[in-house]
């Protein structure tokens, strides 16, 4: 735990002082809201469509935070220092992925609001609290499978192409489930103020397989 | 010639890159406090040697023993007595000098007030705080061996540790990285005539494969022009 925190320090540390990624994530997000307006030729959005949408637009800008994760440890040879370093190497597992959840808790801060604003047709304040429970989980699912993935295309020459193809196909029953469980809370006629307890299950349950399966072979990703 | 019990041991050691044999059959035994000479033409497989011994590559074939310990089955226990200097610092450019240093020294659990002993003996404390980046090559190179020898390693693996460094830079690192640190180093060079005057065993690799093993004044002028023609 020691050291995931002096790796995760260090990967703030170094987002600060280069905003490469959380900029890039939180604009693609603002961006794809516009393009759903403009695409569906709707004011504003409700219900199943309105999950969808923002469950989607959530998961492309992560996806853009994934292919980011490890290139700074590639390019600057942060594997090699960390791998020679007498330290548990599923730390690394660990600090990858609570950047990721951190990157995104700050995305949702930004594009949550933006996303109630301008496009959901219902006032966002009934949904918020069940809201906040499924991202949270969605988020743990795209940090651990998004560091997982990531950790395999680092690798390889296609990274940029093998995070997505890898990332999203495994991270579709977590969508589906958010996306789910988010649907009736941002009903029009505010039927729910919490998401149906099936759906919050399904995404802890994926949470904690991908969790485990992560922590399990993340050492043997890390081999040349 | 340094006698003791070996720090190094390779035997018949071979790594494939795909079709491409990088080493092959490679054997050489190095004791305590010892210096070993890695020779070789660039793609020769010195530094896939380098990245074997630093336990970042698996070998596909024989055995490695690194202070007592078979490698990579139990790497883990010997991570923290390596020390590698390679072609890339190990640094990141967007963090300064200090600020690297103080990650490396948790990472190695380390107390921090030697970051400030390494510093002052690469002569950087006064560009300590400037971002890696924003450094001269030779600069880069000096923090680069202050990160390798931080945790006190007691096996330095130096590829082309002189690199970028004017004379003046050079000596200053000597006390660090030289032999005079006490500790079993390898080495290669560029240079093989200084690599071979600092060497007590050396070993010549061509296509991968050992084309000398043994001691540098057996080594030989010919032998040298044969190596690098």
């Known amino acids: 735990m020691r050291t995931a925190m002096v790796v995760l320090r260090k990967d703030l540390r170094l987002e600060m002082r280069t905003w490469e990624t959380l900029p890039a994530m939180v604009l693609f997000a603002l961006v794809t809201f516009v393009i759903f307006h403009f695409g569906l030729n709707r004011t504003t959005i409700d219900g199943q469509l309105a999950a969808g949408v923002l469950v989607v637009t959530l998961l492309f800008a992560a996806m853009l935070g994934i292919n980011r994760l490890f290139v700074a440890e590639r390019e600057q040879g942060g594997f090699d220092a960390f791998l020679l370093a007498p330290v548990d190497r599923t730390a690394l597992l660990v600090a990858k992925a609570s950047a990721l959840f951190l990157f995104l808790v700050v995305l949702e801060i930004v594009a949550v609001p933006a996303f109630g604003l301008f496009l959901l047709g219902p006032s966002l304040g009934h949904a918020l609290p069940g809201l906040i429970l499924l991202l949270a989980l969605a988020n743990l699912a795209l940090a651990v499978i998004g560091t997982f993935v990531s950790a395999i295309a680092v690798h390889t020459r296609a990274r940029d192409l093998i995070g997505p193809m890898l990332g999203l196909p495994l991270l579709v029953p977590a969508l589906i489930a958010t996306a789910r469980g988010a649907g009736p809370l941002l009903a029009a006629s505010h039927a729910a103020s919490t998401p149906p307890g099936k759906w919050v299950l399904i995404l802890a349950l994926y949470d904690v397989v991908f969790g485990l399966i992560a922590y399990a072979v993340f050492d043997f990703l890390l081999e040349e | 010639m340094v006698s003791g019990p070996p720090a190094i041991e390779l035997r018949a050691v071979a790594r494939h890159f795909g079709e491409r044999t990088a080493l092959r059959d490679v054997s050489v035994t190095v004791a305590a406090g010892a210096t070993l000479a890695v020779l070789g033409r660039n793609g020769a497989g010195k530094t896939t040697l380098l990245r074997i011994l630093a336990s970042l590559l698996r070998p596909h074939a024989g055995a490695v023993e690194l202070l007592g310990e078979p490698v990579p089955a139990r790497a883990h226990l010997i991570r923290g007595q390596l020390g590698l200097l390679g072609h890339e610092p190990l640094l990141y450019r967007d963090l300064s000098g200090r600020e690297n240093l103080e990650y490396h020294a948790r990472l190695h659990r380390v107390a921090l007030e030697r970051v400030d002993e390494v510093l002052e003996a690469v002569q950087m404390e006064r560009r300590a705080s400037d971002p890696v980046r924003l450094l001269s090559r030779g600069m880069t190179q000096r ?87």
């Open chain 2, 143 to 229: 923090l680069a061996v202050a990160r390798a020898v931080l945790h006190r390693p007691r096996l330095l693996l130096l590829d082309e540790p002189r690199a970028n460094l004017d004379p003046g830079a050079s000596d200053l690192i000597e006390p660090l990285i030289g032999r005079a640190s006490g500790c079993t180093r390898v080495l290669t060079s560029h240079d093989p005539r200084s690599a071979l005057a600092e060497a007590d065993v050396v070993l010549a690799l061509k296509d991968g494969r050992p084309a000398f093993v043994g001691d540098p004044a057996e080594f030989g002028e010919e032998r040298l022009g044969a190596l690098y023609a």
